[in-house]
Each structure stands twice: as C-alpha cells, then as structure tokens.
C-alpha cells in the first residue's frame, strides 16, 4: 500500500517538482533500474525539474532508465552529481530530450566509465556547464545513431573531463 501511494504521489500531474534533490544523499542506493514503458513510464514523466534528484548518491553504481522518465523535464542540473561510484548508466527513451539545464549532470562521477543514452538527449540543452567535469574514468559516451547533443555555441570545456 505504501508503494501505490507512493506512485500516486510521484505521477499526480499537479505536483510539477517534487523530484528536486528526491534521492540525494542517499548512501545505500546502489542500483536503479526503470525496466520498460509498461513499468517505468509514470514516473516523473510530468516533472519539469529534476535537479539533483540523485545527486551525492554515493554508494550508486548502476542506472537504467526506460520509458517515459523525465521526458517532459527541462532542468536537470546535477542529476547525478558526485554520483562517485557510479560506473555505468543506460538512458533509453526521451529522457532529457526537453532538457535545457544539463549543467553538472554527471560531474564527480569519479568511476563512470560508459555513458549510453538515447539519440536526442540534451537537443535542446541551452547549458552544459561542467556537464563532464572531474569524470576522469569516462571512456565511452553513446549517443546513438543520430546524435543531436547540445548547442554549437558550447565550449570545448563544457565536455573535458581530465581538467575540471
């Protein structure tokens, strides 16, 4: 019973932002995992920010995200955030798409080394400040076939991650 209003609480379409900071700091999550549209869809599909929703989620080592989470989400600064022992994420459906906030969306994943999300994610992204900063294990960023990322007006260093 706490799960389905939990749910209820998390997809009412008249609760815009309850996600900002929702996990952060949570030391004893490890894995996140939104299996499929059937599933997964509800949740924060109406959100619009979703800042730091896991930010400082130490103990965080695996994400997939599928369906509909965060597709309607314009602000997602910091996301994942000093995420430090995240190694691995997966992002498949419009997640991020809307986005125009992906400041500090993975800085201080110290251990992330694979990167994949959907084709459009951050098209609309109007910053991407430090968006990499401080991933020095980051070996692999997909995109898809058909990447859109970003803005051409972004800066070489909105992506470096050895020097931030």
């Known amino acids: 019973m706490v799960i389905i209003s939990l749910l209820t609480w998390l997809t009412n379409g008249s609760l815009r932002n309850p996600y900002c900071f929702f996990f952060g700091g949570t030391t004893s999550l490890q894995t996140i995992k939104l299996p499929d549209e059937t599933e997964g869809h509800l949740f924060a599909t109406n959100a619009s920010n979703l ?19 965060g597709k309607n ?15 691995t994420i997966s992002i498949n459906g419009d997640f991020g798409e809307k986005a125009k906030d992906l400041s500090y969306v993975f800085e201080a994943c110290y251990a992330l080394k694979d990167i994949n999300v959907s084709p459009n994610f951050g098209a609309n992204a109007l910053n991407l400040n430090y968006a990499f900063g401080m991933c020095n294990s980051l070996r692999n960023i997909n995109f898809g076939n058909q990447s859109k990322f970003g803005l051409a007006s972004q800066t070489s260093s909105d992506f470096t991650c050895a020097h931030m």
Not at 51 to 69: A, E, P, Q, R, V
Request: aromatic share 18%; with cysteine.
């Open 51 to 69: 800042s730091y929703m896991f930010g400082h989620c130490l103990s965080l080592k695996d994400i997939t995200l599928n369906g509909d989470f």
């Open 73 to 87: 989400a314009e602000y997602m600064a910091g996301i994942f955030q000093y995420c430090s022992s995240l190694s």
